[in-house]
């Protein structure tokens, strides 16, 4: 009897000496974003950096979605922004065509097979069929880039798809030159309807970022 107790005792002290295993999870994949601009705006150098006076890239979309069998249209935007002041720079680009009636959003396949061909596009208001540019001013003033001005490039370089957790992204260097308008009431005449169209340059503009599907 007294040799049952002491094999019970020893593999009682045995089993709470065996060490637990922690399982630890396999890690989650995090794409890493960056964000960045700088260029010279209406002769001045702006340059705006992620996490620097509370600028941050803003990834968003415009979906027009249409009854099948009629494509439904996506335009995606990237937005350098601060909450700590009002000048800011977006570039737009769309659109894709997908079916709305089946899927609220593009494939990722469709995604990626769109940005990774629009390296060189036009410019298109609203990023409609092609590529935009807004820029808001310290002043909270709105300009706009015209698709029917002549003298303005875009191109897209370094495009990169990666997923995670959070979403499906392409991020990319965009490198462009343009001028952006704005409207404005022209008060030299007794006419209220009348108005004049103001311009600046932005001008070796570099914008890096992403898009999110």
């Given at each position: 009897m007294k040799k049952v107790i002491a094999l019970f005792a020893f593999g009682s002290l045995f089993l709470a000496g065996c060490p637990k295993h922690e399982i630890i999870p396999a890690p989650?994949?995090?794409?890493?974003?960056?964000s960045?601009?700088?260029?010279?705006?209406n002769g001045s150098q702006l340059e705006l950096t992620q996490n620097v006076d509370?600028?941050?890239?803003e990834a968003t979309k415009t979906k027009y979605i249409l009854p099948s069998p009629t494509p439904s249209k996506a335009a995606y935007y990237a937005n350098m922004k601060s909450s700590n002041?009002?000048?800011?720079?977006?570039v737009g680009?769309?659109?894709i065509s997908f079916d709305g009636s089946a899927d609220s959003d593009p494939s990722?396949?469709?995604?990626?097979?769109?940005?990774?061909s629009m390296t060189a596009p036009v410019y298109s208001a609203a990023a409609a069929n092609g590529f935009e540019v807004v820029y808001r001013d310290g002043s909270g003033n709105v300009w706009t880039s015209d698709d029917t001005q002549p003298v303005q490039d875009v191109i897209f370089t370094g495009i990169v798809q990666e997923s995670d957790?959070?979403?499906?992204?392409?991020?990319?260097?965009?490198?462009?030159?343009?001028?952006?308008?704005?409207?404005?009431?022209?008060?030299t005449t007794p006419v209220l309807t009348d108005s004049l169209t103001l311009s600046l340059p932005i001008q070796n503009a570099i914008l890096k970022g992403w898009f999110k599907r």
């Amino acid at each position: 009897m007294k040799k049952v107790i002491a094999l019970f005792a020893f593999g009682s002290l045995f089993l709470a000496g065996c060490p637990k295993h922690e399982i630890i999870p396999a890690p989650t994949p995090k794409v890493e974003l960056e964000s960045s601009f700088i260029g010279i705006v209406n002769g001045s150098q702006l340059e705006l950096t992620q996490n620097v006076d509370g600028y941050y890239l803003e990834a968003t979309k415009t979906k027009y979605i249409l009854p099948s069998p009629t494509p439904s249209k996506a335009a995606y935007y990237a937005n350098m922004k601060s909450s700590n002041g009002l000048v800011s720079i977006r570039v737009g680009l769309g659109s894709i065509s997908f079916d709305g009636s089946a899927d609220s959003d593009p494939s990722l396949a469709v995604f990626n097979s769109f940005f990774s061909s629009m390296t060189a596009p036009v410019y298109s208001a609203a990023a409609a069929n092609g590529f935009e540019v807004v820029y808001r001013d310290g002043s909270g003033n709105v300009w706009t880039s015209d698709d029917t001005q002549p003298v303005q490039d875009v191109i897209f370089t370094g495009i990169v798809q990666e997923s995670d957790g959070s979403g499906d992204y392409s991020k990319f260097t965009c490198t462009f030159n343009c001028n952006v308008y704005r409207t404005v009431p022209d008060l030299t005449t007794p006419v209220l309807t009348d108005s004049l169209t103001l311009s600046l340059p932005i001008q070796n503009a570099i914008l890096k970022g992403w898009f999110k599907r």
